[in-house]
């Protein structure tokens, strides 16, 4: 991917209505999206969120602005500007009134989203800012740096309570488990780490990946982890094992991203080749290709109620997409 892509495109907010699913995943699945609506932008778009309600969907951009917009009526709602380099993540506070990004210039932001307003800027790192994660209960926020370590943030005075180190290089991605209790981070050193979120201590280490981590997500039982790495391929991680259920192979190309459906069936790969992957958990088959993106897709977040997925891509669009045919 080249980072210094300026070219002038637009964000298009697309929908893709599904055919009834065959029996065999096969390309047969594969849907182009249609798109409804087109805002002005500049710049690739990288970590995408959804907010708790649904109400509303956002986007990190390389421009170092976060877009954020309302996926019912598809309209722009903010563009946050603060940022001095480009942004890699956003995540929505659970209690929905606050957004936090964290950026190449080191610092993590929050953000008003009645307002639109930057509300506070947060310090202490010392690299790029690659992962930004609320706990379930909106307590702490998690951040994972260039700098190579993982700080725990908490949310009344906004000192840092835990700094975790132990990835060898910068760390690139980060999710909390769902009951809050663990912490996953992914590295450069294509490890994952598993960290008690109370103590700091770490509890394991995943191996196997054969490149940097992208892209972290927790089942929502707890059960599961997805973790997609830049070399070819998505694994599905078995936590009480410590074992890989699947590997989920993508020939040539990288996996950038991922997501698991809000009932826990489906993981979404986001990939190299400019597709999205649904894959069912229980059997690690491919059960939909969405196609419509002309570039790697670089960010995934599902709809809370699980019938839409919100895309960012190295195309400069950020997408929508229906999937309530999912079974």
């Not at 190449?104 to 790029?128: C, M, N, P, S």
């Not at 009932?263 to 069912?280: E, F, P």
Request: glycine share 12%; charged share 15%.
């Amino acid at each position: 991917m080249n980072e210094t892509a300026t070219t002038s495109l637009a964000v298009v907010l697309g929908l893709a209505i599904l055919s009834p699913l065959c029996g065999v995943a096969q390309s047969c699945c594969s849907r182009p999206d249609l798109a409804l609506a087109t805002f002005p932008g500049n710049a690739w778009f990288y970590g995408v969120a959804w907010s708790p309600r649904g109400d509303l969907v956002a986007a990190a951009a390389w421009d170092s602005t976060v877009h954020v917009w309302n996926p019912h009526t598809r309209e722009e709602v903010h563009t946050l500007k603060g940022h001095l380099s480009w942004v890699h993540s956003v995540a929505f506070h659970p209690g929905g009134e606050l957004l936090a990004s964290g950026a190449r210039d080191k610092a993590i932001f929050l953000w008003d989203l009645q307002t639109g307003r930057e509300v506070r800027r947060i310090y202490g790192h010392g690299g790029t800012v690659n992962g930004v994660a609320w706990s379930p209960d909106g307590t702490l926020l998690a951040s994972a740096s260039d700098d190579g370590t993982v700080r725990i943030w908490e949310t009344t005075g906004w000192t840092t309570v835990r700094t975790l180190a132990g990835h060898e290089g910068p760390v690139l991605c980060l999710a909390f488990s769902p009951d809050g209790t663990t912490l996953a981070t992914g590295g450069e050193d294509t490890t994952i780490r598993l960290w008690d979120v109370a103590s700091g201590r770490p509890i394991r280490v995943l191996s196997g990946h054969q490149a940097p981590l992208r892209a972290l997500a927790f089942s929502p039982d707890g059960r599961l982890l997805g973790g997609v790495s830049q070399l070819w391929s998505a694994r599905l991680w078995d936590l009480a094992t410590g074992k890989t259920r699947y590997e989920l192979p993508s020939g040539i190309y990288r996996s950038y991203s991922a997501a698991f459906s809000p009932s826990g069936r489906y993981l979404a790969v986001g990939r190299q080749d400019a597709t999205i992957r649904a894959y069912d958990v229980a059997t690690g088959r491919e059960v939909l290709v969405l196609t419509g993106h002309t570039g790697g897709v670089l960010g995934l977040a599902w709809s809370p109620d699980g019938s839409r997925l919100v895309s960012g891509s190295a195309d400069s669009k950020v997408k929508l997409w229906d999937v309530s045919a999912l079974p």
